[in-house]
């Protein structure tokens, strides 16, 4: 069998004509420098690198056997919201029938567009589409050559052992391989990813304290005193007006009215930066971060349950407008329960129009009745 004449993949072919443990040596250390070289960047991020090992299930046609492993680099980037663009390159050895007969090999690069449902943060299913050019390295020679691939495939991605920058994934893939009268070949592959980029926002900083100099009941200055010298304890980190030492609830949610511990009683609090894409029930990924911050909420006080109501302005009509509210209500629900809430916590309810809090004759009106509610109420003890 003659080498691959195409110079820039000749390392990846030599890769697969060492030993199986010689291979699997090699991506173990592949894997290990990658989780040293990644910084601990959190998961929500927007872009990552994947590496894996593949089984392939060959088309009859090739004449091999079901002995087919490879191996697999996936660099991506987020496109839009839950859109990604991923890089596809890959190679594998595939056992010529255990007649003594020389092994094939399969090399190719190309690119997928995927689509996310969720933030990949948490369980995240995807699916992706797209295409490329692989190379078939056969006997006789005279029918080695580079052909076209396109292919589909569906996967799921998680958090690693609960590590923020590192996540498993499974994945399946159909590729229809323009080699001879074409082939259908199908792959099953496991693997991480190491996510890159930006990190989730931190803590805002409180405001300085300060110092009031007050003679003959008239205040004479005020003296700022650095954050640094006030300890954790005398802050308040969640505003709610309780400091950090006596704050029994320390994620509350901004607005929110609380009780001496600084948990919150019962109310009704509109959540404005809990968005959506366009007349749809899909959350923005602004919104996603919000309801993160409700989530922190939820879990540092069991007692409270939340019933989540959505509302729409009065553009539309009735009935699309009730459907919108429904959904939305819904997501909100179901991105919580995603995130580890109790579902026996929450409801959701959708209102449509039927609750305006403004005139919808204006814009701003329009803008104020398009919302999220979120009715706290606390469990009985």
């Known amino acids: 069998m003659l080498n691959i004449h195409a110079a820039p993949l000749l390392p990846l072919s030599r890769l697969f004509r060492i030993s199986g443990a010689q291979r699997s040596a090699v991506i173990a250390g592949t894997f290990a420098l990658a989780m040293f070289a990644v910084p601990a960047q959190a998961a929500d991020s927007d872009a990552y690198i994947a590496a894996g090992a593949y089984y392939m299930f060959a088309d009859q046609d090739r004449g091999v056997d079901n002995t ?11 496109l839009h919201e839950s859109w990604w663009l991923e890089g596809h390159l890959f190679g594998a050895n595939l056992a010529n029938d255990g007649n003594g007969g020389t092994d094939f090999y399969h090399y190719g690069v190309g690119g997928d567009i995927v689509y996310a449902f969720g933030n990949r943060d948490e369980l995240t299913p995807y699916v992706l589409a797209g295409a490329g050019y692989n190379y078939n390295d056969v006997v006789p020679d005279v029918d080695d050559g580079w052909d076209p691939f396109f292919n589909v495939g569906v996967g799921i991605t998680h958090k690693f052992f609960g590590m923020d920058m590192i996540r498993w994934r499974l994945e399946a893939r159909a590729l229809r391989d323009g080699f001879m009268d074409d082939m259908m070949d199908y792959r099953v592959a496991a693997g991480l990813e190491f996510a890159l980029g930006k990190s989730k926002p931190t803590q805002p900083q409180p405001e300085p304290t300060k110092i009031v100099e007050v003679r003959d009941r008239e205040v004479i200055r005020e003296v700022p005193v650095p954050v640094a010298a006030a300890s954790m304890a005398d802050q308040d980190l969640d505003h709610d007006g309780v400091i950090n030492s006596r704050d029994k609830c320390p994620y509350t949610p901004e607005g929110a009215k609380v009780d001496g511990d600084g948990c919150v009683l019962a109310q009704t609090l509109t959540m404005r930066d809990v968005t959506f894409e366009t007349n749809s029930s899909k959350l923005t990924l602004n919104g996603q971060r919000i309801l993160d911050q409700v989530t922190d909420f939820l879990k540092s006080d069991n007692k409270v349950n939340l019933s989540i109501e959505g509302h729409t302005d009065a553009r539309g009509s009735d009935a699309h407008n009730l459907k919108l509210s429904q959904a939305r209500a819904s997501s909100v629900r179901s991105y919580l329960v995603g995130k580890g809430i109790a579902a026996d916590r929450l409801t959701a309810k959708g209102y449509g129009e039927t609750r305006p809090v403004a005139n919808n004759d204006t ?11 979120m009715v706290i109420s606390k469990a009985k003890k």
């Not at 087919?68 to 987020?78: A, D, K, S, V, Y």
């Not at 701003?364 to 509610?373: D, K, M, S, Y």
Request: no cysteine; net charge positive.
């Open 363 to 373: 814009d701003a009106g329009r803008e104020a009745n398009r919302r999220v509610e």
């Open 68 to 78: 087919n492993l490879g191996i697999q680099f996936n660099p991506g980037f987020r």
